[in-house]
C-alpha cells in the first residue's frame, strides 16, 4: 500500500535536480588530468580525464574548442576550466569543458612546436625547395597591413634604395582569426596573377599571440606552394615563425627584407661599372695571355732543340769513334801495316800474291816505305 506522505521522483526529475545542484555548485572549475579515449566527432571533441584513481567524462564542444591551437592527443596532461553537469539522457555527470591549456607548457608554444614538427617531417623545410631570390626583380609584391609599421618601413627602405621599382601592395589583416586566410590567399593571387617577381611576407613585431597569423599550416602551405620566391620578414630579429622556416629565404625584420629584395641603386651601378671594365680588358687579357703561352711555347721548342743536338753530337761521337776502331787508319795506329803491289795497286794478302822483284809499297801509320821483293 502506497505511503500518501513520501514525496516520489521520478528518474528525470531526480535527474534534473541533480543537475541543478552540480552547476550550482561546480562553476568555472579547474581540473588537472590526462586526457584518454580522446575522440572529435562534427567537431565535437569527446574524451576522459583520469588520474591514478579516478576518471572523469568530459565533452569540448565545437564552439568552444575552435581557439585551441595545438593537437589534442591521448597521454596528454592538460587543465581543462568548465563546469560540472549532467548528461540527462544517460544519468552521467560530466565535465563540459570551456577552456583547454596544456601543462607545463603553454598553449601557442605547444601548437607551434607541434606543427613545426609536423612539417619538418614532411619536407616543407628543406633547402633544395627553397627558390633563389632576383637580384634585380621588376615589380616586387607585398603582402601585409596597409595600416602597419612594416609597410611603411619597406617602402622608406626600397625608395632610398632604388626608387623606381614597381611595388604592388595586397593588404591583408595580420592579426586575428580571419588573418591567416587572407594572408594564404594573397599569396595565392599573386601567383595566380603572375604580376610580380618576389614577394615579401610579414608584420611589425608583437607578442606570440600578435604573431600568431604566421604560425597558421595555411599560412605555411601557401608560402611552401608559391611559384614564386618568398621572403618572410615577421615581427623582430629574436621572432620566429613557421613562415619563416618554409619561406625560400628569411629576414629578421621588414626594413632588412627591403635591403635584400633589391641591391642599392649605387651598389648595381658601381657593379655595372666594374663589368664595364672587365669587358673593355677582355681583349687585352686575352693577347696577353696568348703571348705569354708562345713565350712559354718558344722556351720549350728552344730548349728541346737544344737537347736533340746535344744527344745527336753524343751519337756522332760514339759512331765515330767506332768508325776509328773499324777504319784502316785506326788499324795502323795500333802497329799495323798495309802492303801493295806497286805495278797494279792490289793488297798483298798472302805471299803468293807476290814474286821476286816485284816493287812493293807499305803504308805505316805515318807515311809509308818502298821495297823490292829478293
Request: glycine share 6%; with cysteine.
Amino acid at each position: 500500500m502506497e505511503d500518501k506522505g513520501k514525496y516520489i521522483y521520478t528518474v528525470s526529475q531526480l535527474t534534473s535536480s541533480i543537475k541543478i545542484v552540480l552547476e550550482d555548485s561546480f562553476q568555472n572549475i579547474w581540473i588537472e588530468g590526462e586526457i584518454s579515449n580522446f575522440k572529435a566527432v562534427s567537431g565535437h571533441f569527446y574524451f576522459t580525464l583520469k588520474d591514478n584513481k579516478s576518471e572523469l567524462k568530459c565533452v569540448f564542444f565545437k564552439s568552444s574548442n575552435e581557439k585551441i591551437k595545438f593537437e589534442i592527443k591521448d597521454g596528454m596532461q592538460v587543465l581543462c576550466c568548465g563546469r560540472i553537469s549532467i548528461y540527462e539522457q544517460r544519468g552521467v555527470y560530466q565535465l563540459y569543458v570551456a577552456r583547454m591549456e596544456p601543462k607545463g607548457v603553454g598553449a601557442l608554444q605547444l601548437a607551434f612546436e607541434q606543427l613545426k614538427e609536423k612539417l619538418f617531417k614532411e619536407g616543407l623545410f628543406e633547402e633544395a625547395h627553397k627558390k633563389p631570390i632576383p637580384l634585380i626583380p621588376e615589380r616586387i609584391g607585398i603582402v601585409t597591413s596597409i595600416t602597419g609599421a612594416a609597410i611603411r618601413d619597406i617602402l622608406h627602405v626600397l625608395n632610398k634604395r632604388f626608387s623606381s621599382v614597381n611595388v604592388i601592395i595586397n593588404p591583408v589583416k595580420v592579426q586575428g582569426l580571419e588573418a591567416k586566410e587572407e594572408i594564404a590567399s594573397a599569396i595565392e593571387e599573386f601567383n595566380k596573377l603572375g604580376n610580380v617577381d618576389v614577394m615579401i611576407v610579414g608584420r611589425g613585431g608583437g607578442s606570440l599571440e600578435d604573431l600568431w597569423a604566421f604560425n597558421e599550416e595555411v599560412v605555411a602551405r601557401a608560402v611552401y606552394n608559391s611559384k614564386i620566391p618568398i621572403i618572410s620578414a615577421v615581427g623582430h630579429e629574436i621572432d620566429w615563425t613557421i613562415c619563416d622556416f618554409v619561406a625560400d629565404m628569411r629576414a629578421p625584420t621588414p626594413s632588412v627584407a627591403a635591403e635584400i629584395v633589391i641591391a642599392k641603386k649605387s651598389e648595381l651601378s658601381d657593379k655595372l661599372d666594374e663589368i664595364e671594365k672587365k669587358i673593355k680588358d677582355f681583349p687585352i687579357d686575352i693577347i696577353r695571355e696568348y703571348e705569354q703561352r708562345l713565350d712559354e711555347i718558344e722556351e720549350g721548342m728552344a730548349l728541346r732543340f737544344k737537347h736533340y743536338m746535344e744527344l745527336k753530337e753524343e751519337n756522332f761521337k760514339l759512331l765515330s769513334e767506332k768508325l776509328d776502331i773499324l777504319s784502316p787508319v785506326g788499324i795502323l795506329d795500333r802497329g799495323y801495316s798495309i802492303s801493295f803491289k806497286l805495278s797494279d795497286g792490289k793488297i798483298i794478302k798472302n805471299n803468293k800474291d807476290i814474286k821476286k822483284g816485284d816493287l812493293v809499297e807499305t803504308r805505316v801509320s805515318k807515311g809509308s816505305f818502298t821495297s823490292k821483293v829478293e
